[in-house]
């Protein structure tokens, strides 16, 4: 007989979790003792609940295995909900154990208690509250079972203190079987065959792909699929590295900020393969316009609700992207005959890339585009990127040529400032010495700043890349093309000095503010200061914008390009 | 399109707000529901009265799905089936209204199955169209409280929802 504590430690070296990101309180005092007399799961203490789920969220980003986070009740449950949404815009799979209150004091406003189950209900793929001990391994166990399988998601397990006070047999089950959760893993054959044919008679084909490569783990198979058929790929930014940025018939990101080929091949294709896309509005934009162009759509998705959501697919097929792309491959086995005229096509992008749409203009200042041009030259372009959100996001994205799967740390579907420093944390916990770059900006990186603590007590080498234009740049966009330039509090006064607040934390500073400093300080930050988190402040052209760009609710073929201005 | 959308769910704590705030969170209107367990106590048979284009629908139904304790979902209205629905209503039943109300639920076939000096209760059976003819059929004014249970529904012949 052992604690419900000891139950949930050892639930966890069960599922082999390496390491818990969290923060200790009054209900998960028990599970911290616990935690103290045994060594194989590893306690990451955070400065702030949120940066804890973040890089669990991270670390799973980063390495395919389940993100694990522990927080306290009340408080600790409630700044994690910003972390559990923005994984589950994302389809990350996490759990996240919250202590409760003890059974009998639950729903009489107890010292830090909340509805954690009410809270986190909208934001997590599932929620347990755990009412017996004899439930806890079973119920943590189907947490891990439902978080990484189907479409994946964070999944919450509440835990009251006095379950984890209460002793019972322990028995890990090896696997649980759920009448109400059977995720669907292969495709349908019939629909599959039906897509290959449609693959084989299109003219002007785009493969758009998507996360959901990604979290299948299916890149490579993308990859020798697209090359067989010699169609143009573009990804969506939770894509980026789906398939090789650096190959030729790598068209670029599409969407909002994508390249005027990518919009376009996704707009004037006959035929479109989704893979793993959902068609969202910062992709396609104004569905009604992209409507107006005949075409075939293929989509696969694991989740049937984000098929013909937004797009009417004409050969929808439910699976897991790896299971059905290993079926096309069989059914395209030895040489694949596409449509002859496909080469007009290609003739029509490579027109379209002709615009050289992410040409950007030189100035005297530091531009950011620059600066990530040349952080892809420093790291070989083999970093980790996670980024926060805003300008700073889609210069990472548009300009780091990302070749593998998993190097782009993001947040993409809510769109959560704060995230790219404990994003870079989690990275480094699943991928020890890797080179891991933050991009942030000053707006956002103040929204997670005190994990500067947690890097240094975990000598975190992350270098921080602060693209700081004094300016919430993306609102201060917006503002400028569509608000005639009235500024509303875009404008960030009072800025710390981030060189000494980096050096008061134990770490490297580095202010940047000419265009020639920019490589050498880099160079400088990766190879003298290798082990060292570097924070670099690179003062950076405030008018900089982020172009080409589908303003909200126009159509994709709509674009503003930086020329046009 | 009206649509009456039968869901099987495991009988546990929290999964009628889990349905409940998947309608209210995507802005799919509910206009009844009514649930309860089934023959089997781990499961609880809900039904949602609920209008919408096919689009709509098609949503609504794979999003049900989507929910980990929900284990079957149907669109009862999608083919052959027969619904009901349950009001007590309350009227007032003084002088010569009180041989006029007996005769209306008579007509209408419902059963009183509470009497006062001064009021009946009225027990009425029928489609929810029945139910809303019956009330029109009244004087508003001797009307005083009526309780409906939201319609329930099951498919006809071999439809079956069942695990």
């Known amino acids: 007989m052992i604690s419900g504590a000891e139950i949930v430690i050892r639930c966890l070296q069960e599922e082999k979790v390496e390491y818990v990101f969290g923060y200790p309180g009054g209900s998960v005092l028990h599970i911290y003792d616990a935690l103290f007399k045994q060594e194989e799961v590893k306690h990451i203490l955070v400065r702030h609940e949120q940066a804890a789920v973040h890089a669990a969220d991270a670390y799973s980003r980063s390495s395919q295995k389940v993100g694990v986070a522990l927080v306290t009740s009340g408080p600790g449950v409630t700044n994690t909900v910003t972390g559990i949404a923005t994984a589950y815009s994302d389809s990350i799979p996490m759990v996240v ?72 047999e322990f028995d890990y089950p090896k696997t649980v079987q759920m009448r109400s959760y059977n ?211 889609m210069f990472a994205a548009q300009y780091y040529k990302f070749d593998k799967p998993r190097r782009w740390i993001n947040s993409g579907g809510l769109g959560t400032m704060g995230v790219g420093l404990p994003y870079a944390m989690g990275v480094l916990f699943a991928n020890p010495g890797a080179q891991v770059a933050c991009v942030t900006g000053e707006g956002s990186i103040q929204m997670c700043i005190q994990e500067l603590s947690t890097c240094k007590q975990f000598e975190l080498p992350i270098k921080i890349i602060n693209l700081n234009n004094g300016m919430l740049g993306m609102v201060r966009q917006w503002q400028e093309m569509f608000y005639s330039k009235r500024y509303s509090q875009s404008y960030v006064t009072s800025l710390p000095d981030f060189v000494k607040l980096a050096e008061s934390y134990g770490h490297v500073g580095m202010r940047i503010e000419k265009p020639e400093d920019v490589e050498p300080a880099l160079r400088k930050a990766f190879t003298e200061h290798k082990n060292d988190l570097v924070f670099m402040d690179f003062i950076i052209d405030p008018g900089a914008n982020v172009f080409p760009m589908v303003a909200a609710g126009k159509g994709l073929t709509e674009m503003i390009l930086a020329e046009d201005l | 399109m009206r649509h009456i959308i039968s869901i099987l769910i495991e009988n546990e704590s929290g999964a009628l707000s889990r349905v409940a705030g998947l309608f209210s969170a995507r802005g799919y209107n509910i206009e009844s529901l009514t649930v309860a367990p089934t023959e089997d106590a781990s499961l609880s048979r809900m039904t949602i009265l609920t209008r919408g284009s096919d689009e709509v629908l098609e949503q609504i139904t794979k999003q049900l799905n989507k929910l980990v304790d929900v284990v079957k979902v149907v669109d009862l209205s999608e083919a052959a089936h027969t619904e009901r629905e349950l009001m007590l209503i309350k009227v007032r039943a003084t002088g010569k209204d009180r041989e006029e109300m007996k005769r209306m639920a008579d007509i209408f076939r419902g059963r009183i199955i509470d009497v006062t000096e001064s009021t009946y209760v009225i027990e009425l059976t029928g489609s929810s169209a029945k139910l809303d003819s019956f009330i029109a059929a009244l004087d508003a004014g001797l009307i005083l409280e009526t309780v409906r249970t939201g319609v329930c529904g099951i498919g006809r012949g071999d439809r079956i929802l069942k695990v």
């Open chain 1, 97 to 168: 154990l919250c202590g409760q209150v003890p059974t009998a004091y639950i729903g009489q406003d107890a010292f830090q208690e909340c509805d954690t189950v009410g809270i986190t209900r909208p934001c997590v793929k599932h929620n347990f509250l755990v009412k017996d001990v004899k439930d806890l391994a079973v119920t943590i166990k189907k947490a891990f079972h439902i978080a990484s399988t189907g479409r994946p998601g964070p999944v919450v397990v509440d835990i009251p203190k006095d379950i984890t006070a209460q002793v019972c």
């Open chain 1, 183 to 393: 995720p669907v893993v292969k495709g349908h054959l019939g629909q599959i065959k039906k897509a290959v044919q449609i693959l084989q008679e299109a003219k002007r084909p785009i493969i758009y792909a998507g996360g959901g490569v990604i979290l299948s783990e299916a890149a490579e198979k993308l990859t020798v699929l697209a090359r067989k058929l010699k169609f143009p790929v573009t990804n969506t930014l939770m894509g980026l590295g789906a398939y090789p940025a650096t190959d030729p018939q790598f068209v670029g990101m599409l969407g909002m900020h994508g390249t005027f080929e990518a919009n376009n091949a996704m707009h004037y294709a006959d035929v479109v393969f989704a893979v793993g896309a959902r068609f969202d509005d910062r992709v396609i934009g104004n569905p009604e316009h992209y409507g107006q162009e005949k075409r075939r759509v293929i989509h696969i998705d694991i989740d049937p609700s984000s098929i013909s959501k937004r797009v009417k697919v004409d050969v929808p097929i439910v699976g897991n992207v790896n299971e059905v792309l290993d079926e096309m491959l069989k059914l395209l086995d030895g040489d694949v005959v596409t449509d002859p005229d496909v080469a007009d096509w290609w003739k029509q992008i490579d027109q379209w890339r002709g615009r050289d749409s992410l040409a950007y203009r030189q100035s005297a200042h530091i531009m950011p585009q620059y600066v990530i041009e040349k952080l892809y030259e420093v790291t070989g372009g083999d970093a980790f990127v996670t980024s926060d959100v805003g300008q700073h996001q």
